[in-house]
């Protein structure tokens, strides 16, 4: 079965609208996507690509950055994002493109734009298409920065590292599920990480995009804040075959093992990569 966050569970109302909710109540999203238009120095940008943008949280910290002048095109394959993006976030810098990643060459001219930034999205797309797609519209000196979580890079921060905090919800998720549901949860595989930083690093090389930087970030949250996102139907647990309603019963019983202002910590690697030529 697919995982439930592969593309397509992106295009449904309910989860565009709890996600969009989850995005303006809870830091995470708003924070790494800060942290990332930093990365891209805007201040002088006149063409900008939030790539996968959903419902505009990435986008928003791109127009902090952006002068009046500029334009910023928030591209995403789910158009229930986008509805909730264009209702929620009005700014006449801001136009968006229902599209796939892999099309972006097809929607930009080439060689036109200052930075593509993309947050918290690049591991569901086919990166080496991505890569060749963002080399050919970014101008030469401009700007390709993302992150991807600890988990598919395989880099955890010091801080993760460090704090001990019990067993993860996802971990009570599952165990409630096997007690009271019958669940069967599929044999782990320890599978190697997807995309770890020397993948990342020759596959944007391929692409004619060194890298400029990498950096290991950590993301504190609490448990009421991971509930909040296990809450997000297309993030929801244990996968198979439950209803909504059923796992957010055992979340609810998952989280009540625990201790709400509990800390967690997300790791993050964040890379930078850049078109040569151009000024400097
Ligand atoms: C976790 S959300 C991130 C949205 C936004 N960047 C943010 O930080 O709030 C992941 C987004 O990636 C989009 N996505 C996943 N695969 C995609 C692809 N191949 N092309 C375009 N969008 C994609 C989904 O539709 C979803 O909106």
Redesign the pocket.
């Known amino acids: 079965m697919a995982p439930q966050d592969a593309?397509l569970g992106?295009?449904d109302d309910t989860t565009a609208e709890a996600?969009a909710a989850f995005?303006r109540t809870f830091p995470m999203?708003g924070a790494?996507?800060r942290d990332l238009a930093r990365w891209a120095e805007l201040s002088d940008a006149s063409l900008v690509v939030?790539?996968?943008?959903?419902?505009g949280?990435?986008a928003r910290a791109i127009l902090e950055r952006v002068p009046h002048e500029a334009t910023v095109l928030s591209?995403?394959?789910?158009a229930a994002?986008q509805r909730v993006g264009r209702r929620t976030l009005t700014d006449p810098r801001l136009s968006w493109i229902t599209?796939?990643?892999?099309t972006l060459a097809a929607h930009v001219p080439p060689a036109s734009v200052d930075a593509v930034v993309?947050?918290?999205?690049i591991w569901?797309?086919?990166t080496t298409t991505v890569f060749a797609a963002v080399s050919q519209v970014l101008r030469p000196g401009g700007r390709f920065v993302f992150n991807v979580g600890g988990g598919f890079a395989g880099v955890r921060h010091p801080d993760e590292q460090s704090t001990r905090t019990g067993p993860s919800l996802n971990a009570l998720i599952h165990e409630i599920a096997t007690s009271d549901y019958g669940y069967t949860p599929p044999p782990a595989v320890t599978s190697s990480p997807k995309l770890p930083p020397e993948t990342i690093t020759q596959y944007l090389a391929d692409a004619g995009l060194p890298v400029l930087a990498m950096d290991v970030t950590a993301q504190r949250s609490t448990m009421a804040e991971k509930k909040a996102w296990l809450s997000i139907p297309v993030f929801a647990r244990p996968e198979g075959n439950f209803t909504h309603a059923q796992r957010m019963r055992i979340l609810d019983a998952a989280y009540a093992l625990t201790t709400p202002d509990t800390p967690t910590i997300t790791s993050w690697l964040v890379v930078v990569a850049q078109r040569p030529g151009g000024p400097q």
């Open positions: 593309v992106w295009d996600y995005t999203y790494t996507s939030d790539l996968c943008g959903g419902a949280a990435t591209l995403d394959s789910a994002m599209a796939t990643a892999e993309c947050n918290s999205a569901k797309t086919d």
